[in-house]
């Protein structure tokens, strides 16, 4: 048990539709970072949360975008799915002391018809 | 984003035996993790090895680093059926964000 719990565990979205993902961190966690994971593929990293701002962003388009709250809970939310967006969505908390070590949830699997 | 590589995609051995794994990164890290992952779940963390280390283990685990040739190992000694998984690197090489290979499957037959 990490203590990271992601929601929903699953969901169906068609084309076009938008998606909302959410992630609760450890307590005291203030770094978020999320994952997008193709079948088969490693992790690809999307945009990591440092107290509620954005601090790094990987190869995707605006479509994905993000947010972090006070408490370090964090969104995922894509807009415009597509066919490819069809993935597990994985969370990760880091301590304070940015010893490097990610704390993931179990993930959220999205599949777009 | 760049992204180490594992080395083999996928692996089976017998019980009992052990497995090794290995991984190649491109430019300078702080750090290299291995994290493992079961099934359709989320990552766990394994083992963390600072750029200044070249060995360390933990538990049946033993992971190497070769700064020169940017590229580590990770041993599973005694391999057991609750090992089978897939395993990944990830290094801290672009913008001291975690970055993760494409990993190696790993099967231990009974």
């Known amino acids: 048990e990490t203590g990271v719990t992601q929601s929903p565990t699953h969901l169906i979205k068609t084309r076009g539709q938008q998606v909302t993902l959410r992630c609760s961190s450890q307590?005291?966690?203030?770094?978020v970072s999320w994952y997008q994971q193709a079948l088969g593929q490693g992790p690809q990293f999307i945009f990591q949360y440092y107290r509620e701002e954005e601090n790094g962003r990987g190869n995707f388009p605006p479509r994905f975008s993000g947010l972090q709250f006070p408490n370090y809970s964090s969104e995922l939310n894509v807009n415009a799915l597509e066919l490819d967006d069809s993935a597990l969505y994985l969370c990760?908390?880091?301590?304070?002391?940015?010893?490097?070590?990610?704390?993931f949830g179990e993930g959220s699997r999205l599949t777009v018809l | 984003s760049q992204q180490g590589e594992e080395d083999p995609q996928a692996l089976s051995i017998q019980e009992g035996e052990n497995a090794t794994m290995n991984c190649s990164y491109k430019t300078s890290i702080n750090n290299l993790q291995w994290y493992r992952q079961n099934s359709g779940r989320g990552l766990v963390h394994l083992i963390l090895i600072r750029s200044n280390e070249r060995e360390k283990h933990s538990g049946r685990l033993r992971v190497t680093l070769d700064t020169s040739k940017k590229s580590s190992s990770l041993l599973i000694t005694a391999s057991r059926a609750a090992d089978t998984a897939s395993y990944f690197c990830a290094t801290d090489e672009w913008d001291d964000k975690i970055i993760f290979g494409k990993g190696t499957r790993l099967h231990i037959l009974p």
């Open positions: 307590s005291g966690h203030n770094t």
């Open positions: 990760a908390s880091e301590t304070p002391d940015n010893t490097g070590e990610l704390f």
